[in-house]
């Protein structure tokens, strides 16, 4: 990744596999250098191209509904052969953002409403905050990868995924982790999964969790835990079929795309088949990390007994 110190009328940012390509005109972006997304601005090449229009919102018509995320405060449309995104102010309910999108998601122009007039101004997090993770959702169901709720680290060139709901911890671990010599915590929040030839990586992506940090690295990945808190550090070996319907818990996927979820739901099924995977009960302490450490370096399990940390 470059240094973007200075930004013109256009960025581009890599997400994992994914690129995204920003251009605009007659307005400015706000809050630049933001620490959410300077790791991620590259010169490579991309594989969607947005044009951001900031002013009045267009005349569109919606048609077919694919999606309806109401707590998130999004609704996808299908509308005269696009994809149309609407977003809403969680606080008004007024429509905010809207998208219009090619069947192939290479490209699209968003509109948005200035946060100021005169120059018109806009928020990058503001812009990307769901359009982006949609984006990259669907990029990712194409291009043989997923975006799964977890926390993700780099340790010594070995990728593990600790994945989970709110609360059981990511952000725990992420914290437990940051400062080491050696380690880079990708997110606490979002990670994406993909696999280039016979390698799974882990990526980071510029949308944390509590921990507030993020990485644009990617890293081959070596082991996953399923977390919760515990009493004791604890590790335990499950069926397959368990540890699938975790992952698929915690699985950002495109209901809305019949292929791309087919897709996405084929390659975590055959990611849990090649990358070892347990159950981790852990307790908030730094014994943990040499406790995972252990098994991420090949430490067996026996079906159904459970290792616990000497403390």
């Known amino acids: 990744m470059r240094a973007a110190t200075e930004i013109g009328d256009s960025l581009a940012l890599k997400i994992g596999p994914t690129g995204l390509s920003l251009h605009w005109s007659g307005s400015r972006v706000t809050g630049w250098p933001h620490p959410f997304y300077e790791d991620f601005v590259t010169d490579g090449p991309c594989k969607m191209t947005l044009q951001v229009h900031c002013g009045p919102l267009p005349a569109y018509r919606t048609e077919e509904l694919l999606f309806e995320a109401r707590d998130n405060r999004w609704n996808l449309y299908r509308s005269d052969g696009q994809f149309l995104l609407e977003m809403f102010d969680t606080r008004t309910g007024e429509t905010t953002r809207v998208a219009l999108l090619n069947q192939e998601l290479t490209s699209g122009e968003v509109y948005l409403r200035p946060e100021s007039k005169s120059p018109p101004t806009w928020s990058l ?98 082991r996953i835990f399923f977390i919760e808190h515990a009493p004791t550090n604890v590790v335990f070996p499950e069926k397959p079929a368990t540890l699938a319907g975790l992952l698929f818990q915690q699985t950002f996927l495109p209901f809305w795309d019949r292929h791309g979820l087919t897709s996405a739901l084929s390659l975590a099924d055959e990611l849990l088949r090649t990358v070892p995977a347990h159950r981790l009960g852990f307790v908030n302490d730094a014994q943990v990390i040499d406790f995972v450490r252990a098994q991420a370096n090949g430490s067996a399990l026996s079906p159904g007994r459970p290792l616990h940390a000497v403390r």
């Open 125 to 222: 997090p503001l812009l990307l905050h769901h359009l982006g993770e949609l984006l990259v959702v669907n990029l990712l169901s194409r291009d043989r990868g997923f975006l799964v709720h977890a926390a993700g680290v780099n340790d010594g060139g070995r990728g593990v995924l600790f994945v989970g709901r709110s609360g059981s911890g990511k952000t725990t671990l992420a914290n437990l982790y940051r400062g080491r010599a050696g380690v880079v915590v990708l997110s606490d929040e979002r990670v994406i999964i993909s696999k280039s030839g016979e390698e799974y990586l882990i990526s980071g992506t510029p949308w944390p969790g509590g921990a507030m940090v993020v990485s644009a690295e990617s890293v081959p990945l070596r």
